[in-house]
């Protein structure tokens, strides 16, 4: 019985409801979506949530060990790197961060996926490198998050 419930909270928690983040305004939005040339010497870095599974759930983001915010469903961040380097790209997970390196080409545009799975108490989160095909279809359809927000240390 025991083990009926705690699946269920986790199906709940993972299904349910729908948290939000704070906005930019339509305006930045839209303007990120042009996916313009990146500043001298950087790369453009889009990192997204495009999935409704955990739509309760927020899960942080951090780019070198910086935090970029806090993700919910349908809402990206744009950031730009520094280019021809390598970065660590983190999100929080369930019982620590998963991270992946991501080596940057100046000039260049980067997607990066953030998804929820399935955890033994919550949802987890992991991150991927996308197509840039892929991500800019994507990031069309979402919304532009406000940065600098994180509720845990990376």
Same mark, same amino acid.
């Given at each position: ?7 269920? /909270? @986790? ?15 339509? +305006?930045?939005?839209?303007? @990120? ?13 889009? %990192? ?9 759930? *927020? *899960? ?20 730009? /790197?520094?280019?021809? *380097?390598?970065?660590? %790209? ?6 620590? @961060?998963?991270?992946?390196?991501? +080596? ?8 990066? &996926?953030?998804? %929820?799975?399935?955890?033994?108490? /919550? #949802?987890?989160?992991?991150? &991927?490198?996308?197509? +840039? ?7 069309? @359809?979402? *919304?532009?998050?406000?940065? #600098? ?6």
């Amino acid at each position: 019985m025991f083990k009926k419930s705690l699946l269920f /909270v @986790a199906a709940v928690t993972l299904f349910a409801g729908c948290s939000s983040v704070p906005l930019e305004p339509k +305006e930045l939005s839209e303007q @990120a979506k042009q996916f313009s040339a990146p500043s001298d010497g950087m790369a453009g870095l889009y %990192i997204y949530r495009d999935s409704m599974l955990g739509a309760a759930l *927020k *899960k942080d983001v951090w780019v070198d060990g910086k935090c970029v915010g806090e993700t919910a469903p349908k809402v990206f961040f744009y950031t730009e /790197v520094e280019g021809n *380097k390598e970065h660590a %790209i983190a999100t929080e997970s369930e019982f620590s @961060a998963n991270e992946l390196k991501l +080596e940057t080409q100046t000039g260049k545009h980067y997607f990066v &996926e953030q998804y %929820i799975k399935l955890g033994a108490f /919550v #949802g987890g989160a992991n991150v &991927e490198v996308v197509s +840039e095909e892929e991500g800019k279809k994507a990031v069309s @359809a979402l *919304k532009l998050a406000k940065q #600098g927000k994180c509720n845990s240390q990376l």
